[in-house]
């Protein structure tokens, strides 16, 4: 099967021009000024962009947190994905503390088997325990099973907290494997005594979700997880950070030329701590962790996006429904369940109020979005640009399509919208992953399985282009 995209304004991390994309199978075989080459399927891109399919390196698919499961499984994530401008996502694989390395993989690779998703996934190895159940031997082998990134949690006591020596002997083996450390950065005990205290105080509301997590918390850990980093001599990549006061120490170190990495997220440009107080207990669909900041840090964290002292932006999509599981926490802040959605609307946001509103240019979009994220976690030549080999995940984006964005105006099994009643203009047409259309204007046309589990590079290694990888097998 072959497909010829025509007329479209091709835009990558570093390009911007017409051109034609001729897909031979899964991978793009050309690229020119005007292909006629009789294919099989004509797209006719005239006056849209062409980008490459968006990949989210933060997702929470069917994950067992806060006493319930995120309501999306790997199908209605990866479906709502799609209709995102999304082809490739990497969520978290989490070891339950006492499970083992091994086990907790297999438990992932049966959530895409049992829910077959519509975009390629990759994982990130989650790990919550070395003292029972997890081995430093098992997370030593992960990368070989193509799961190049190790996932840690400084916060989240009680729960899925490490300490200090669990994080330092992972960025340890990190060193050895050539495995990328993350960590989900916050001072876990400090929280934890400032919520008790709050509780003991009759604090119950949403509000205490954020007035106990302050900003210094968060840039602590991110400072201490930097500096463990480079004592162990890995890489690291700091999520979800929300506030300048976080990005100071990320900047520091990039200065100093360490190797240090860090996203935000989209809810931190555009929701802030105010959200929380919504009445009727409608707070709680914006307790999210590090919660929402003050607003004068939303442009704060523009700032390092365009100066590139933060390397992308993930959705950190963890779904829980306001009407049956946020409710987990209506006496007790603590017990709300900590997430949000908002794999769909990543680049809608993205593109209006950064693209369109001159913050950023169509091209850095494409490289928080699509580049940087294959760049860091092994995915990219073969994903996350256009260019001759690649995988034909390919977006063809109307920049004139006004949406509003709502519970109703999304695909996932979550029963509320982050950005609801917000109006943007632009939006995917037609999504191409390996080749394949798999949505086309309001259609879903793929079916589940679709995607398949991609087995990344590890850190600064390439992920050979799929062509490249059978010649060399020949
Ligand atoms: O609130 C959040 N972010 N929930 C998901 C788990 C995490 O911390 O990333
Ligand atoms: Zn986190
Ligand atoms: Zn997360």
Not at 174 to 192: C, K, P, Q, S, Y
Not at 263 to 287: M, S
């Amino acid at each position: 099967m072959s497909t010829l995209i025509k007329g479209g304004h091709i835009v990558t991390a570093v390009d911007d021009y017409l051109g034609d994309i001729l897909i031979e199978g899964e991978t793009i075989s050309a690229i020119g000024a005007s292909l006629d080459a009789g294919a099989d399927r004509v797209i006719d891109a005239a006056g849209k962009y062409v980008i490459p399919g968006a990949i989210d390196p933060h997702t929470h698919m069917e994950m067992p947190f806060g006493g319930t499961v995120t309501c999306d499984d790997f199908t209605s994530g990866t479906t709502s994905a799609a209709f995102g401008g999304v082809t490739s996502l990497v969520d978290f694989c989490l070891q339950t503390p006492g499970q083992s390395i091994p086990d907790a993989l297999a438990t992932w690779h049966e959530k895409i088997e049992r829910c077959p998703p519509v975009i390629d996934v990759g994982f990130h190895m989650a790990i919550t325990d070395l003292h029972d159940g997890g081995r430093l031997e098992d997370v030593a082998q992960v990368p070989e099973q193509g799961v190049t990134s190790y996932k840690l949690f400084m916060a989240y006591k009680g729960a899925i907290m490490v300490d200090d020596e669990t994080l330092f002997r992972t960025m340890q083996v990190a060193a050895r494997t050539g495995a990328l450390v993350m960590v989900h950065a916050e001072n876990g005990d400090v929280i934890d005594v400032l919520v008790k205290q709050a509780l003991a105080e009759g604090r119950t509301e949403p509000r205490w979700h954020a007035a106990t997590r302050p900003p210094h918390t968060e840039a602590e850990a991110t400072d201490r997880a930097i500096r463990l980093a480079h004592l162990a001599g890995c890489p690291l990549y700091v999520v979800h950070v929300s506030c300048q006061e976080a990005v100071e120490p990320v900047a520091a170190a990039r200065a100093r030329g360490w190797r240090t990495w860090a996203e935000t997220c989209t809810q931190y440009l555009f929701i802030n701590e105010q959200h929380l107080e919504e009445p009727d207990f409608q707070g709680a669909k914006y307790v999210f962790t590090p919660p929402p900041r003050p607003a004068h840090n939303h442009e704060l964290l523009w700032r390092a996006l365009q100066t590139g002292v933060l390397s992308a932006v993930s959705s950190d999509h963890c779904p829980f429904r306001i009407s049956d599981q946020k409710t987990l926490g209506r006496d007790d802040f603590s017990k709300i369940p900590n997430g949000a959605p908002g794999i769909e609307n990543r680049l809608h946001m993205l593109h209006h109020f950064g693209v369109r509103e001159s913050r950023i240019t169509m091209s850095q979009l494409v490289d928080l979005c699509c580049t940087q994220p294959a760049r860091l976690f092994g995915l990219f030549p073969r994903k996350g640009t256009i260019a001759v080999g690649s995988d034909a995940d390919i977006v063809i984006w109307n920049g004139e399509k006004p949406l509003t964005l709502s519970a109703a105006s999304h695909h996932s099994n979550i029963d509320y919208n982050l950005f609801e009643g917000t109006k943007v203009v632009g939006a995917p047409e037609v999504v191409l992953l390996r080749g394949q259309v798999i949505v086309e204007g309001d259609e879903l046309v793929a079916a589940p399985g679709a995607g398949r589990f991609v087995a990344r590079a590890r850190f600064g290694e390439q992920l050979q282009p799929a062509h490249e990888e059978r010649l060399a097998r020949t």
